[in-house]
């Protein structure tokens, strides 16, 4: 029965919003959802974004305990679980950048999914004219003996006896063809190799943290349904909530 009363209230809000962040929107737009679900409100915003052809969906995170999002559920977790559209999303820990990012950092495990993924990060560096920073965590030979297991960029999992089978690759090879593609559209790109025992995110959020006088953009991609990246971690979620740069999460396969 608010319904009436609150849509013209989040108008008048969200215009406020804008005119302080000197944003330039044609026609602001609430949307309401009558229910208490946020899965149920996910759904409707990525149908509306469908119907409008949006080309991204712009989110904030607030800080939660795995355990609480878990069982609670949240807004951005409902997006990130089932998104077709990419995601930008901040942080807690997110400053606010000044100007256009001038360094896109690509965590990468060269997987297929961010094979599948990374035409459009490049598209995104043309677009913003920044340069593409490839990053490469290699997995530490205790990280499968620490956690029982391999959390990879996506949010995979490899077990124990797979990773004593097949040993990490350097991927030099995957990174100079990717170099290479990413020059033949115009982009400037590097290789980052890291080999040291910090968990990934944790490596990630640090080589990001050197950057900040560029305004750094981390683009990533999201795999792992809601059940996995409770149970094993995601390394997408981990650098979302620590991260001081925002994130743009790709659409995955």
Not at 148 to 173: M, Q, R
Not at 190 to 215: C, M, Q, W
Request: charged share 20%.
């Amino acid at each position: 029965f608010l319904r009436p009363a609150l849509k013209p209230l989040a108008l008048k809000s969200l215009k406020s919003v804008i005119a302080d962040s000197h944003v330039t929107a044609r026609k602001p737009r609430v949307l309401i959802e009558t229910t208490s679900s946020r899965t149920a409100c996910a759904r409707k915003l990525l149908r509306y974004s469908r119907r409008i052809g949006a080309s991204v969906l712009a989110v904030s995170v607030t800080q939660r305990r795995r355990m609480s999002r878990f069982f609670l559920g949240s807004f951005s977790e409902a997006l990130l679980n089932s998104h077709e559209i990419p995601l930008l999303v901040t942080g807690p820990a997110t400053v606010r950048p000044i100007g256009s990012p001038r360094v896109i950092v690509y965590p990468t495990d060269f997987s297929e999914d961010c094979a599948h993924a990374f035409p459009e990060i490049v598209s995104l560096a043309t677009t913003l004219e920044a340069e593409l920073h490839l990053f490469h965590k290699t997995v530490h030979n205790l990280d499968p003996i620490v956690q029982s297991g391999i959390n990879v960029l996506g949010g995979g999992w490899v077990s124990f006896e797979a990773y004593l089978s097949s040993p990490p690759n350097d991927h030099l090879k995957d990174a100079e063809a990717w170099i290479a593609q990413a020059s033949h559209s115009g982009v400037r790109a590097h290789f980052i190799s890291e080999n040291f025992s910090e968990p990934t995110s944790d490596a990630i959020v640090e080589y990001v943290r050197k950057l900040d006088g560029a305004n750094p953009l981390v683009a990533m991609v999201s795999r792992a349904g809601q059940v996995a990246s409770w149970l094993l971690g995601s390394v997408t979620r981990d650098v979302i909530r620590t991260c001081s740069a925002p994130v743009y999460v790709a659409r995955s396969l």
